[in-house]
T-cell receptor, first 117, second 116 residues
């Protein structure tokens, strides 16, 4: 069974500093990895994905993530944090598509990112 | 920009009643999903739907749950006899096709279900 771990419940970063939100995964075969962001009382917004290719993927709002196969990690990063980045961030994995199975996303428990002015 | 919509935004029901949550996926998408998020917990997969049939379901999706695509636009989740523990935010999602460029799922804003 696939799983996602987000080891930090909360990450605090000063505005303008770089941020990292950690994610590790476990899945059979090659993973499809995603980051989503959730603002209060809102749905999930897609940030970025890794399917194949370059290990560093760039997404919305200046976020990027680095896929590391040997460490089974997919950490979310941003060079310079903004107060408006404060939200709940979810890492998710989808297993290798097998013609009808393993299609649903498995989410981590989420990490609250708090950017302090 | 096209988006997934869900109605109602908040549904309050009595325990044992049937509820139907409605979703309109993005129009050219082929894969449809329901997830739920109990307050303060992580998002959990319920079911995926493709080509007018369920393609995968989790252990949460028992006989009390059903999904339907009654026409070309709506995608519904029915809970036949609601329980207190069904109280959660329910998210609908859709995905375009199974290629790398079209692989992300787009989520609706959710329906908050409160079972009293």
């Amino acid at each position: 069974a696939q799983s996602v771990a987000q080891p930090e419940d909360q990450v605090n970063v000063a505005e303008g500093n770089p941020l990292t939100v950690k994610c590790t995964y476990s899945v059979s075969g090659n993973p499809y990895l995603f980051w989503y962001v959730q603002y209060p009382n809102r749905g999930l917004q897609f940030l970025l994905k890794y399917i194949t290719g370059d290990n560093l993927v760039k997404g919305s709002y200046g976020f990027e993530a680095e896929f590391n196969k040997s460490q089974t990690s997919f950490h979310l990063k941003k060079p310079s944090a903004l107060v408006s980045d404060s939200a709940l961030y979810f890492c998710a994995v989808r297993g290798l598509y097998s013609g009808g199975g393993a299609d649903g996303l498995t989410f981590g428990k989420g990490t609250h990112l708090i950017i302090q002015p | 920009e096209p988006e997934v919509t869900q109605t109602p935004s908040h549904q309050v029901t009595q325990m044992g009643q049937e509820v139907i949550l409605r979703c309109v996926p993005i129009s050219n998408h082929l894969y449809f999903y329901w997830y739920r998020q109990i307050l303060g917990q992580k998002v959990e997969f319920l079911v995926s739907f493709y080509n007018n049939e369920i393609s995968e379901k989790s252990e949460i999706f028992d006989d009390q749950f059903s999904v339907e695509r009654p026409d070309g636009s709506n995608f519904t989740l029915k809970i036949r006899s609601t329980k207190l523990e069904d109280s959660a935010m329910y998210f609908c999602a859709s995905r375009a096709r199974d290629t790398p460029s079209g692989d992300e799922q787009f989520f609706g804003p959710g329906t908050r279900l409160t079972v009293l």
